[in-house]
């Protein structure tokens, strides 16, 4: 299945967020800088990419919000961004789920198989264990064009009416965004989020532990960095988490990676960015581009943990707490940033190495009137988990304007 190209100005995409991460005169240029360069297109310099280097964010230390300078970028960055729109795909991690005439999800594609209706292997719905689907939007089970919505209508199962008066068995196709799948490979039809120190989703067959991360296991803990999360041989996924061999630990696996970096690089410096689907913004898609941040510390196993605790523990993006812990962990929130007219909210995961001092492990910057506290905490976790597996990036998140 293809997926769509995404619909935004790359020139709002980039102006608006450069000035978070212009660094201070003396240093690095920064994407802002960047713009300003002559330089002819290269199109080898626009790739998929990990780890590449960036230049750092300078940490404010002012109590007052900061109010960074506005430029606009060069006329030669922005065409070779207008081409990199015509051929770069939506980062997506959705799937379309098939559901059954009885309301069951389908194990498998809805299909033929030989007979003259489409059918699936399906869990739930009315328990058996087959039923007929619906292989597009708009068909009944033999193929033919429904005339009504595939609904009920007061019985036990989803029926459309035909064009010829008759009617047919159907089901409904729901597609569900950033996917995440339990440790016995089931899709969780719920947010996966931690109950009494155990990360759990709802899925058909009922509450199951699930990872809120790529190689984090169900307990929060990192997986090792040789041994990540995969089956082994086994039905559930697991991964171990330090070198001994009983250090299995369960772990979740997702449908597809929840970014693809894509890489933009100039003369002086590069840039790297993902853009997710954003169903609740209105059209929009949401934006996160990575800064290269060494000054990010490794954390100890037990300090990511209660990090992923703590991450899980915002329920708003709106309404944070200055500050709060766990633990040596805390998520600290520091002085807004100003630019582009945008508040930014800098939030920080820190670690404390004494009473008064701490050490950064993660770092995120977004918009304080953002209303997506999901795509805030997994914006903590990318930071956080590249702390882990290094190289360590700062995540800022912004909303791409739609075209």
Known sequence: ?????????????FSDISCLLAPNSGQRPGICSAYQEQEAFHPQRYSVGFGTQLGHHQEGRSAQRRKMPEMLPHRSALLALLLIAAILPLTCSYVLIHHTSSGGQCQESCEYRG???????????????????????GLEASGKRCATPCMLWGASYHSCYLQDGKWGYCGLITRWDHAKYSQENKLCIS???????????????????????????????PCHNNYRCARYGHSEYRCHTDEEEDSWAYCG???????VWIAHQTNATQAEFCILSYAQGGGDNITFRRERQDNLIHPAKEQFQNATYLIDSITSSISIPDSWALGSVRLHKQEEIFCKGINYTNLVLQISKSTKSYLPIAQVLFPKTLDADEFLRLALYTSLHSAFYPPAYAIVVSLSEPM
Not at 121 to 135: E, I, T
Not at 198 to 215: H, K, R, S, V, Y
């Open 253 to 259: 696996r997702r449908s597809l990676d929840e970014c």
């Open 1 to 13: 299945m293809k997926v769509p190209y995404p619909h935004f100005h790359f020139t709002s995409l």
């Open 115 to 137: 007979y003259s209706y489409t059918w699936c292997k399906q869990l739930g719905g009315k328990k058996a264990a087959w039923d007929y689907c619906s292989s597009e939007p």
């Open 191 to 221: 947010q996966c989020r931690a109950t009494r120190g155990t990360f759990q989703c709802n899925t058909l067959d009922g509450i199951e532990p699930c990872a809120p991360f790529p190689d984090v296991t169900t307990r929060g803990l």
